[in-house]
């Protein structure tokens, strides 16, 4: 509709640090309806600027159209992008995904798509700016796309929507949003971030942080880190804090149990001849609620030689739920699996929506369950996790990427979580502290 390009040429017409005397745009549209909009919005831009403004509307598809300018070496290089792009996910059949690989570009999405494609038009020290879900900063799925701003772009700023609901709340939009201002082959130096909780702006928060806070130099998967605190973290500024799940004899799964794919083992009460299956919903807090009226597909699987593999045996597990609710306070929330609260049972069904801590697929030592899940559920666990983390999705690829305590000090955090008969989040938050400091 024009809201981008509008506040582009306002700026540009208002503000002479620009340093252009004119402008030619290129504007993509294919929804013939928006057109009509478009077209009406920027002729009266024109009007207004005559000679030094020139609008062609390109109502053909954007990402055809930027591969074939590449390939052919045709078309205009651009000075300055600005755009919102289409969020929706590309299938890796897709003409879209076959065509833009003919370019060296692998992308899982449309945004990052365009936001590829568009630095690929761009003219060296080329300005873009796009607002795009935040999802690109983790997970091996847009390494990619990181690899290729990374390595074609230097990152200038980084303005995040700190709210899930209320800067997007008419598109449904589930994950946090950033603004990113890249330039096109500029040498990477600081970053400045910029913070507010929605689109009004009002309570606006600056800093600048030098790169190594924000792409960890020891970081294979090049994470992108938000800070929203000049100082280090807790976790970052902790020499004991180092330690890969690897290093601490741990691993890490997520749950087995698709439950679609064995609906017809699956029983709303445990029987004879069943194991439990445990829900993300069966875990609230550090509490296990198993059997529940309240889990609609079932508790219980049944023991047969088409679910045995799908299990682990009774014993101590910590577990992370993979989804967290919109707004919801902590995006990690960690539990601990109980033996005793299955007496009568030799094995364990964990359910999809679940991370599993567990040693090989047994169960963990009961003093390092207790101090992983108490890490885990601390406050400074939580906000490092939010830095590279900006969705409704605990993935476990980034709970291996975050860095642990030794496996003595879990253990000894461990013993004293155990030894408490409630714990507070300050009372988790300070053992931590003299542990790790």
Same mark, same amino acid.
């Given at each position: 509709?024009?809201?981008? !390009?509008?506040?582009?040429?306002?700026?540009?017409?208002?503000?002479?640090?620009?340093?252009?005397?004119?402008? *030619?745009?290129?504007?993509?549209?294919?929804?013939?309806?928006?057109?009509?909009?478009?077209?009406?919005?920027?002729?009266?831009?024109?009007?207004?600027?005559?000679?030094?403004?020139?609008?062609?509307?390109?109502?053909?598809?954007?990402?055809?159209?930027?591969?074939?300018?590449?390939?052919?070496? !045709?078309?205009?290089?651009?000075?300055?992008?600005?755009?919102?792009?289409?969020?929706?996910?590309?299938?890796?059949?897709?003409?879209?995904?076959?065509?833009?690989?003919?370019?060296?570009?692998?992308?899982?999405?449309?945004?990052?798509?365009?936001?590829?494609?568009?630095?690929?038009?761009?003219?060296?020290?080329?300005?873009?700016?796009?607002?795009?879900?935040? @999802?690109?900063? *983790?997970?091996?799925?847009?390494?990619?796309?990181?690899?290729?701003?990374?390595?074609?772009?230097?990152?200038?700023?980084?303005?995040?929507?700190?709210?899930?609901?209320?800067?997007?709340?008419?598109?449904?939009?589930?994950?946090? *949003?950033?603004?990113?201002?890249?330039?096109?082959?500029?040498?990477?130096?600081?970053?400045?971030?910029?913070?507010?909780?929605?689109?009004?702006?009002?309570?606006?928060? $600056?800093? /600048?942080?030098?790169?190594?806070?924000?792409?960890?130099?020891?970081?294979?998967?090049?994470?992108?880190?938000?800070?929203?605190?000049?100082?280090?973290?807790?976790?970052? %500024? @902790?020499?004991?804090?180092?330690? %890969?799940?690897?290093?601490?004899?741990?691993?890490?799964?997520?749950?087995?149990?698709?439950?679609?794919?064995?609906?017809?083992?699956? /029983?709303?009460?445990?029987?004879?001849? @069943?194991?439990?299956?445990?829900?993300?919903?069966?875990?609230?807090?550090?509490? !296990?609620?198993?059997?529940?009226?309240?889990?609609?597909?079932?508790?219980?699987?049944?023991?047969?030689?088409?679910? $045995?593999?799908?299990?682990?045996?009774?014993?101590?597990?910590?577990?992370?739920?993979?989804?967290?609710?919109?707004?919801?306070? +902590?995006?990690? /929330?960690?539990?601990? /699996?109980?033996?005793?609260?299955?007496?009568?049972?030799?094995?364990?069904?964990?359910?999809?929506?679940?991370?599993?801590?567990?040693?090989?697929?047994?169960?963990?030592?009961?003093?390092?369950?207790?101090?992983?899940?108490?890490?885990?559920?601390?406050?400074?666990?939580?906000?490092?996790?939010?830095?590279?983390?900006?969705?409704? $999705?605990?993935?476990?690829?980034?709970?291996?990427?975050? +860095?642990?305590?030794?496996?003595?000090?879990?253990?000894?955090?461990?013993?004293?979580?155990?030894?408490?008969?409630?714990?507070?989040?300050?009372?988790?938050?300070?053992?931590?502290?003299?542990?790790?400091?």
């Amino acid at each position: 509709m024009g809201a981008l !390009t509008s506040a582009f040429l306002d700026r540009w017409a208002t503000d002479k640090a620009f340093g252009f005397a004119e402008v *030619n745009a290129n504007v993509y549209e294919i929804d013939l309806k928006l057109r009509n909009h478009l077209e009406d919005v920027l002729e009266a831009y024109c009007d207004q600027h005559q000679d030094q403004l020139n609008v062609n509307i390109v109502d053909q598809d954007f990402i055809e159209q930027a591969v074939i300018n590449r390939l052919l070496g !045709t078309g205009s290089r651009f000075t300055h992008a600005i755009l919102n792009p289409p969020y929706k996910k590309i299938n890796s059949s897709s003409d879209h995904r076959l065509i833009m690989r003919r370019l060296g570009i692998e992308s899982v999405n449309l945004y990052s798509a365009f936001v590829s494609l568009a630095l690929e038009l761009m003219q060296p020290g080329g300005q873009l700016v796009a607002i795009i879900p935040r @999802s690109f900063c *983790n997970g091996p799925y847009y390494r990619p796309f990181r690899d290729h701003i990374l390595d074609g772009s230097a990152i200038r700023r980084i303005h995040l929507f700190a709210s899930r609901t209320k800067a997007f709340k008419d598109d449904d939009v589930l994950q946090e *949003n950033v603004i990113i201002h890249l330039e096109r082959g500029g040498k990477q130096g600081e970053v400045t971030i910029t913070t507010s909780t929605d689109d009004s702006f009002v309570d606006i928060e $600056q800093h /600048v942080y030098p790169f190594h806070r924000i792409v960890f130099p020891d970081d294979a998967g090049r994470f992108i880190h938000i800070p929203t605190s000049p100082g280090l973290g807790v976790l970052e %500024s @902790s020499h004991e804090v180092r330690h %890969s799940l690897e290093d601490i004899g741990i691993s890490l799964s997520t749950g087995p149990v698709v439950d679609f794919r064995l609906k017809e083992h699956i /029983v709303p009460h445990p029987v004879p001849g @069943s194991a439990p299956l445990l829900y993300a919903s069966h875990f609230v807090g550090q509490e !296990t609620h198993w059997p529940s009226e309240s889990v609609k597909r079932g508790n219980a699987i049944l023991l047969n030689s088409e679910t $045995q593999k799908w299990l682990y045996p009774n014993g101590f597990y910590t577990v992370v739920r993979r989804f967290s609710s919109k707004e919801e306070k +902590r995006r990690l /929330v960690a539990s601990i /699996v109980q033996p005793s609260s299955f007496p009568n049972s030799e094995r364990l069904g964990f359910e999809n929506h679940l991370n599993v801590f567990h040693d090989r697929k047994a169960g963990l030592d009961e003093d390092l369950a207790h101090g992983l899940a108490a890490f885990i559920n601390s406050t400074a666990a939580d906000d490092y996790f939010r830095r590279f983390n900006g969705h409704t $999705q605990v993935n476990a690829t980034d709970l291996r990427l975050m +860095r642990y305590p030794s496996r003595a000090r879990l253990i000894t955090f461990g013993k004293w979580a155990k030894g408490k008969n409630w714990l507070t989040q300050d009372m988790i938050d300070r053992q931590l502290t003299q542990l790790i400091i």
